[in-house]
């Protein structure tokens, strides 16, 4: 991240969805790879252009997240039924597994299903209340009637001069600097 006052990238503000497409298309295959785009509606086609194409880390996170409640919940039964306070109700085993079977189905749920929520909250980074971007004047028409193309200055194939000639060369309505 750049410290306040240094260059984040720079931010061609375009008209229509086309001319941003076609804005992406041309700084791709000109090797850049930290750029984002911000539209007022979903575009799809954008949206495919700019996404890496990872495999999200969520899924793995949940199964972690389920296993751990699942042993958590178990364990807990196990230790209360057999050890901290056992009853012996009946002549019945003290450990007798299959009564734990549904709390500990619960706490696999649970576990897994915050885990999704905090994860996807880490992973994304959120909440955001601040970026760059906002330093940007006419930024606010983003949610309006403007879509625009950020690369960011840590891209390595960024340049200021030679970056902002080729966004100025795509006929934007302006090119942004964005500071930090």
């Not at 497409?21 to 539209?39: H, M, P, S, W």
């Not at 793995?60 to 919940?73: D, E, F, P, R, S």
């Amino acid at each position: 991240m750049a410290r306040r006052g240094e260059t984040y990238g720079l931010m061609a503000e375009f008209v229509t969805p086309q001319a941003l497409l076609d804005a992406v298309l041309r700084v791709k295959a000109e090797g850049f790879r930290a750029i984002d785009a911000f539209t007022p509606y979903p575009v799809e086609p954008v949206s495919e252009e700019i996404e890496d194409h990872k495999k999200s880390k969520v899924s793995l996170l949940v199964l972690l997240g389920g296993l751990a409640g699942a042993v958590v919940g178990f364990g807990m039964q196990l230790w209360i039924s057999s050890a901290g306070y056992p009853l012996n109700i009946g002549g019945r085993p003290l450990n007798s597994w299959p009564a734990f079977i549904p709390a500990t189905f619960e706490m696999t749920i649970l576990f897994a299903a915050l885990t999704a929520v905090i994860g996807m909250f880490a992973l994304n980074k959120l909440p955001e209340p601040y970026h760059p971007v906002f330093n940007v004047a006419s930024f606010e028409r983003a949610t309006q009637d403007r879509c625009f193309l950020l690369i960011e200055a840590a891209d390595p194939r960024f340049d200021l001069q030679e970056t902002r000639a080729l966004l100025e060369s795509m006929d934007p309505e302006e090119v942004h600097d964005v500071e930090a």
